[in-house]
């Protein structure tokens, strides 16, 4: 069955640092997400995009974010100057269509020291 | 404010056992109702995905409900096994697409 994969598996950076996540959603769908969870937290919905423009945001979605789908296959979130709070597992998911289950793939842990 | 509450927040039953996970909702407005197992250290499963107009809805051993009246959910496990020990978290789909999730309800299952 195909696979949502994100890479790396886990990423340790220091604070103030840029850090880029990267996913690879299934091929034929169209919409991609990005949420978080923070150690022990509930999952958090960050953003959204479909044809290649954000089609919703959550307040936690600032300035300091952005995505980018660079080429066919991946889907990217870049973190600007990392703060300590920025440390959570980060899931890429993406849909065929908007309302449809989403894949989710297994997370990039992200460590901010 | 959207929000989606789920009982118990853990629970811990023995193998060939069923049991049953409680979801409530303020999320408007609705669109659809999804639940989800996530193992630990990996991402979450879709397990069902259920519309204003469903009230049941079956995936093998897993069955939820829907009452869009009271906006309430649930989910039942029929017969456990020792792989649904997960969380099983309940989303909630507003019409603008954005998923409000619960902190779901942490099963474990005993041999």
């Known amino acids: 069955e195909p696979e949502v994969t994100q890479t790396p598996s886990h990423q340790v950076t220091q604070m103030g640092q840029e850090v880029i996540l990267r996913c690879v959603p299934i091929?034929?769908?169209?919409?991609f997400y990005w949420y978080r969870q923070i150690l022990g937290q509930k999952v958090e919905f960050l953003v959204s995009?479909?044809?290649?423009?954000?089609?919703?945001k959550s307040e936690i979605f600032d300035d300091q974010f952005s995505v980018e789908r660079p080429d066919g296959s991946n889907f990217t979130l870049k973190i600007r100057s990392t703060k300590l709070e920025d440390s959570a597992m980060y899931f890429c998911?993406?849909?065929?269509?908007?309302?449809?289950?989403?894949?989710f793939g297994d997370g990039t842990r992200l460590s901010i020291l | 404010k959207n929000q989606v509450e789920q009982s118990p927040q853990s629970l811990i039953i023995l193998e060939g056992k069923n049991c049953t996970l409680q979801?409530?909702?303020?999320?408007?407005?609705?669109?659809?109702l999804r639940w989800y197992k996530q193992d630990t250290g990996r991402g979450p499963v879709s397990l069902t995905i259920?519309?204003?107009?469903?009230n049941t809805k079956s995936n093998g051993r897993y069955t939820a409900t829907l009452d869009a009246d009271t906006k309430q959910s649930s989910l039942h496990i029929t017969a456990s096994q020792l792989s649904d020990s997960a969380s099983y978290i309940c989303?909630?789909?507003?019409?603008?697409?954005?998923?409000?999730f619960g902190t779901g309800t942490r099963l474990t299952i005993i041999p």
């Open positions: 998911a993406s849909s065929d269509q908007g309302n449809q289950p989403q894949h």
């Open positions: 091929s034929n769908h169209l919409y």
């Open positions: 995009f479909y044809n290649n423009e954000i089609s919703e």
């Open positions: 979801c409530n909702y303020t999320v408007s407005p609705f669109s659809n």
């Open positions: 259920m519309t204003f107009s469903e």
């Open positions: 989303v909630v789909s507003a019409s603008d697409e954005k998923l409000t």
